[in-house]
């Protein structure tokens, strides 16, 4: 019996997310560098670059074959789409260009033999200024270590005095948070110092959102089609078995999310999110994953098993016997639901604790 919890959800989505957004923006960013190079090879100005306002270039277009290239990341290595590129000379040439949707720039048109200065600001970040360049004659040099730093100004959460309120503001924080800004990511606290405890309401709030989101949704639409491939559990195929399919999948991880991530931990008092820890030895971050599933905090703030996950799991695993075929009903495939549940979400907290909030955008925000 293939069960879906909160874990192997999103593992479904990320699956389709990595494909849909990561390939396409790595071919465009190749893209644009081979069609940069065509046309400085031609002597043409690169078709996305602009002249900075009041100002003009009077360089020989015959001679303009250099060009300047880099991506633009911040400190934690996530990109930074729409920065602003300005290229600096010292005979006044001045060039302006926009950073793309991967971070990616390429400024051409540039004379040989020239200094430049490279100055790189997007909103909400100090401006970066690399050491002047100077660039040989049809060169393609490569901006690197381009890191840009969060204003001073910028801030996620306001610090308060009344702990529910801090525990509100910082779950809107969290659900904003999303993988490659689209894969819902709200169960993972990235502020683990600070983070304040979560309330009844907050609980369930949390859980109906994650329950309801479009993406979710579509990630058990997606795993039903992967079920009905796979001809389980043992429905007929066509139509109607894959709208079967659909409900005892959709069904799985609503209960799942529900007695795991806010019935239990609120009569139970502890707390479902992951709590990423981010620092110390490659092998107490990979101890600290694998042990989420069965260790917890609780709302007072001290680690403790974790009844909520592992007992969400197997709520949800025996009462999926209610409807599923008589063939996959019964304590065997009950037990087999939760190891399965209990294996994904162990995976799952790899994943955060290694990856995902390098692709998640939001979450560069929280120090």
Known sequence: MV?????????????????????????????????????????????????APGESSTADPVKDTSSITGT????????VPGATIVIDATNGLRKSQVANDSGYFAVGGLLPNVSYRVTVSAPGFDSWIAPRVTVGPAQYFEVTGIKLKLSGAVTSVTVKSDPLEIATEQ????????????????????DSENAAPLTTKLK?????KVTIDPVSIFGVAFLAGMNQAGDTPNFPQGLKGYAERFGVAFTDSATDIMFGGAILPSLLHQDPRYFYQGSGTTGSRLRHALLSP?????????????YSSMGGDLISSAISNAYYPASNRGVAFTFEGFA??????????ILQEFVLRKLTPSAKRQN
């Open 3 to 51: 069960m879906m919890g909160r874990k192997s959800a999103i593992l479904s989505i990320l699956s389709i997310g990595a494909f849909v957004f990561v390939v396409p923006n790595y071919l465009l960013a190749q893209a644009e560098l081979v069609l940069g190079a065509t046309s400085d090879a031609q002597g043409n100005a690169a078709p996305a670059l602009v002249d």
């Open 72 to 79: 633009v990341t911040d400190v934690y290595g996530d990109i």
């Open 171 to 190: 779950v809107q924080v969290e659900e904003k948070q999303r993988i490659l800004g689209l894969l819902p990511n709200f169960y993972v606290v990235y």
């Open 204 to 208: 369930f709030q949390m859980a109906y």
């Open 294 to 306: 069965f260790v917890c905090k609780g709302d007072s703030g001290r680690w403790q098993p974790n």
């Open 340 to 349: 399965e549940s209990t294996g994904s979400r162990e995976v799952s907290s």
